[in-house]
């Protein structure tokens, strides 16, 4: 069932759309990827937060947006829409286009509107993908969302998605995937820390997270 908000927001066509496409990406995730996603009881069962997930691959968003139970919106850069068929796709599932240089004026305004009336919306904090499916530097932006909005923090850490889709193949190829959701980070400890603090803090769980979905991933290869 979608949220109240999702219901005011959204017409029964977009809600559809959506569910069609998470089985889509389902069928491929699950068959060619064994994809597999770990404590999802600690995903909030309502209201809005900011979903921050390390970045490995192309196969990121489509994959987070299949383990977690609710709908959340995706952040795309401006340039992805120059291409119209994947242009369309991205705006029929609501994407937020961002610039360049980060979230923009328009980007910023829509993401605060979705987090504050209740939806989640997933970014990726290293900026861009992972040029070894190792964890980058996290860029400090979204440490603003989370003091004008007042929402939670949930980190997701993948591992599996780089050796699947490398960021210079052309391509992807058959592998495991696995992710694994962080202790949630409340908006009452959130507002308690400072800008550098809160990115420490984030940058921990992400790759403490990141450590044992690795080591989860190795275990079932070696099997």
Known sequence: MPTPAESIERSFAKRAWYALVRVFVGTIAFGMFR???HYRERIPASGGFLLLANHQSHLDPPFVGLVIPRRINFVARDTLFKNKAFAWLINSLDAIPIDRDGLGLAGLKETLRRLKRGEIVLLFPEGTRSPDGEMQPLKPGFSALVQRTGVPIVPLSIDGAY?????KAK???????EMVVGEPISAEVAKQLSDRELIALVDERLRAGHAEARALRERLIRR
């Open 35 to 37: 994809l597999r996603c």
């Open 163 to 167: 050796a699947a889709w490398p960021r």
């Open 171 to 177: 391509l992807p190829r058959p592998g495991t995937i």
